[in-house]
């Protein structure tokens, strides 16, 4: 729409009160209210909207993705299995989770375990996640916490996720315990889920 200001530079003089008054009440008027349809899409695909790049200090193609996207990238449930105070005891169905619908049709990628008290002898403590709906487990090597050690993460053998990794809604996972090092103290899991 066009929008009639008087201008200083125009008028050659300074402007009244009123001018300046109708100047803003034509610009709050005549303003664009209504943003036309850009087309944008709605959502993101997470393996193409990406910026590709190339880092020369680890020798590796990476890639970043945009802020604060809508589409689902990474989940993580974190289990509490045993309180941090009590001992783990080796057994199926130690805990179990039920996948809720927003992690309908996603792929578990990765695993981690933590205790709170380090385990001091005997074997590793050693946890499988199974899918007791499918009946199989989902992983194929273990996650595996080393004596002295209080995380997965800095495990010798580390775990694999198996094939047997696709989740559905109220599909029912459960938490085997295989071996506990001796003084271990509580047990946490973390599940990673991303797209199928």
């Given at each position: 729409m066009a929008t009639t200001l008087t201008l200083r530079q125009t008028k050659g003089s300074p402007l009244t009160f009123g001018e300046?008054?109708?100047?803003?009440?034509?610009?709050d008027v005549n303003k664009q209210e209504n943003i036309p349809n850009l087309?944008?899409?709605t959502s993101l695909d997470p393996s193409?909207?990406?910026?590709l790049?190339?880092?020369?200090?680890?020798?590796?193609?990476?890639?970043?993705?945009?802020?604060?996207?809508?589409?689902f990238v990474e989940r993580t449930?974190?289990?509490k299995c045993v309180n941090d105070s009590i001992a783990p005891t080796t057994g199926n169905g130690i805990a179990h989770i039920t996948i809720p619908s927003s992690l309908n049709n996603k792929r578990l990628k990765s695993t981690e375990a933590h205790v709170y008290t380090a385990g001091t002898g005997g074997?590793?403590?050693n946890v499988q996640i199974h899918n007791l709906t499918d009946a199989v487990d989902i992983l194929s090597t273990p996650?595996?916490?080393d004596l002295n050690e209080k995380d997965s993460s800095t495990?010798?053998?580390p775990n694999v996720v198996g094939a047997n990794n696709l989740v559905s809604t109220a599909d029912v996972l459960r938490v085997d315990v295989d071996a506990v090092a001796t003084n271990t103290l509580g047990l946490e899991i973390r599940l990673i889920f991303s797209p199928a």
């Open positions: 300046m008054d109708s100047n803003l009440q034509s610009l087309n944008v899409e193409a909207d990406k910026i790049f190339y880092d020369n200090s680890t020798t590796q193609a990476k890639s970043i993705l945009p802020e604060n996207i809508s589409v449930l974190i289990i074997s590793i403590t996650i595996t916490i495990a010798a053998t």
